[in-house]
């Protein structure tokens, strides 16, 4: 039996990366003689909901198990998900994720870099941290261009490889079925509390510019559409709270009652069934558009990190895609005309696409496999 150990953002409440972990999982799960043990916040639901082993993922928990799970295991694994970033005043939040990637080095433990994020690296002792541990890594593999730029330019010499996102492979397309839009149109969109150095809005104008912009453009829906207006959140903990967002952007409505923001942050399961019914997704958060193209739905990004445009562009949709620093309704109105124009068109591409990207995503989880040792 052939044991992987691994860690990433799971256990948080954040549906993006648990969608993340449930595909590394049913693509480990196809081959055979395979153990795989998660870190997680949250180790008894990791556990149940995914029917594997789960350890906690703090130290302070329990060092001495996490030693040995790490010590026992052919392969520690890093990842998925936007893991190597700085936040605040300091480097200890990219510390924290390093620890168990540094324990395993300790341990003479084979690791792998899991399609990570890199973004907002500002610290010199980060890039210290992050060329003293990734040169010694055996595998990486970043899920866009961005990220391997940024490990190039903080001096990490270790080949890097571009990969995508795991969550393309939770979904799977029938071009050949590819629908219309639908009448009336359900238009679900995802936003979030929008911070680029901390949890904290930087600059209150532009981010109520924002906010405005999606209420003008959700009226527009509702008016020339008669369309129906969802807001999902993805992650409601009490400093990263979509709903409130949400709320904002219904409070500037003038068809507040054409609108709905759902009570609680679904299952990725039940997120999957919600965009498949869905005639188009306006997403912030990352993997709605993702997990939206997954299901072969239009989706419109709205960047407010670097990693919504890169997404964006791998799947030759960056000319949907505003960036929220120039946002204005007229523009996202633009873009969901287009979008209604050409709807069937659209569609057929983003499957297209997707279909290219999950072969990416399954040739990285078998180099991941041949890496533990498993004889295929």
Known sequence: MTKITIHG?????????EAILKAILQEFMKTPNIQLVVFSKTPKQTAKKYGIKSVN??????????IWEIKTSNLFILGGGGLLKDYGKSSSNLKHTLKLLRLAQKLNVKTALLAVG??????????KLLSDILNKVDLITVR???SKQILIDIKITNKIKVVTDPSVLLANINISKIKDISKPPKVIICIRHWFDKGFFIENPEINDNFIRSVSLAADYLIEHYNAKIEFIPMRITSYDDDRIVAQQVVSYMKHKEGAHIHSYAPEVDEFIEILQQSSLVIGMRLHSLIIGTSVGVPVIGLEYMPKVRAYMDSISQGGYSLDLETITSEKLIR??????????????IIASEVYRLQKIARDNITELVKLSGIKQ
């Open 144 to 146: 866009d261009c961005n």
């Open 57 to 66: 993922s703090k130290i302070r928990k329990g060092l001495l198990r996490i």
């Open 335 to 348: 873009i969901i005309e287009k979008t209604f124009n050409k709807y069937k068109n659209r569609s057929q």
């Open 118 to 127: 890199v973004e907002n690296i500002r610290y010199k002792d980060s890039k």
């Open 9 to 17: 953002f799971y256990g948080f409440g954040n549906l993006g990366d």
